[in-house]
């Protein structure tokens, strides 16, 4: 990379930096979603704040895959009788961080595989933690961390949508893929990037060093419960969308997880049993 280049993606950087503050509606959902003790009254009200959130949300509730008999067309019967509570708070960060981040400079870009990709992996980790007995993790949080795993790869769609075009045309691949490229193009890794970003619009800590630490080596037991888990489940989310069914991948996997493979493989044939209804719920998150 010459010299002029590297300034130029300096000054990107600094610009993902100096992102501006989240507008007052999203700062305020996003603390009552990082609230253990809100209530669904509470939540309903600063949720309403955003019409955008709340139709993104009634459009998930409505989608393939909840199944639901009759249509949902309120906030809080969709909280109380089809999302719950943890997942609602989940996929409000994710379409929050959307509605800001918007990827459509970058042609190459595919929204409705990114959040294959995301809520994929999420699905995954809640079902390989609530699976184990070890950590002390709760599963909505590695759905959360799931979620959010690869948010950096949408900060780069909207920052350096040129770059990012590039590197999709010549090498369209499953997203979870692109690290490499996106390192060697932006001197960053996405998880860094995304790191960036949870720590300027200041979302939990356990998310900002899931991200800053992702890649790191002698992790602490804490983030190293986190962190493998999250690695084990990206993995089977790429085996799932790419449609493959590798034992030895299988077998690392579970030894990351911590559980037995015939528990891992049981789960990796669910999900594959489950795919078209995480698509549906890409294209209502994504919409």
């Given amino acids: 990379m ?14 993902l930096k100096n992102l501006p503050a989240l507008p007052e509606a999203s700062v305020k959902i996003l603390e009552a979603i990082n609230d253990p003790d809100v209530s669904i009254e509470k939540l309903v009200d600063v949720l309403s704040l955003s019409p955008a959130l709340v139709a993104r949300l009634l ?22 009788q089809v999302l719950g509570l943890n997942l609602v ?35 995954i980790a809640q079902k390989l933690s609530a699976a184990g007995t070890s950590s002390e993790i709760s599963s909505a949080t590695f759905y959360t961390g799931g979620l959010l795993l690869h948010i950096g790869i949408l900060v780069v769609a909207f920052l350096f ?12 691949k499953n997203y979870a893929e692109l690290d490499r490229e996106i390192n060697q ?3 960053l890794s996405h998880y860094e990037i995304g790191y960036i970003l949870l720590n300027k619009w ?36 790429g085996l799932v969308l790419d449609g493959e069914d590798d034992d030895a991948d299988l077998e690392h996997i579970a030894s990351q997880a911590k559980l037995p493979l ?21 294209i209502a998150l994504g919409s």
């Avoid at 010299?3 to 130029?8: I, Q």
């Fill in 185 to 187: 193009t932006l001197g």
């Fill in 59 to 80: 459009g998930l509730a409505n989608s393939a895959y909840f199944s639901q008999q009759r249509t949902i067309d309120n906030l809080r019967t969709a909280i109380v």
């Fill in 202 to 237: 200041q979302l939990p800590d356990v998310y900002q060093n899931l991200l800053h630490r992702f890649n790191q080596k002698n992790l602490s037991a804490e983030d190293a419960s986190l962190i493998y888990l999250l690695q084990a489940s990206q993995a089977m989310s």
């Fill in 2 to 15: 010459n010299t002029h280049a590297t300034l130029s993606i300096n000054s990107q950087i600094n610009r």
């Fill in 262 to 282: 015939e528990l891992t493989v049981k789960i990796f044939y669910q999900m594959i049993e489950n795919k078209d209804n995480i698509q549906s719920l890409a």
């Fill in 89 to 123: 708070k989940s996929l409000a960060v994710g379409v929050v961080l959307n509605v800001q981040l918007d990827p459509g400079k970058c042609k190459n870009f595919d929204t409705q595989a990114f959040w294959q990709l995301s809520l994929m992996t999420a699905v």
């Fill in 161 to 172: 949508p040129d770059e990012l075009d590039r590197i999709l045309l010549e090498q369209p």
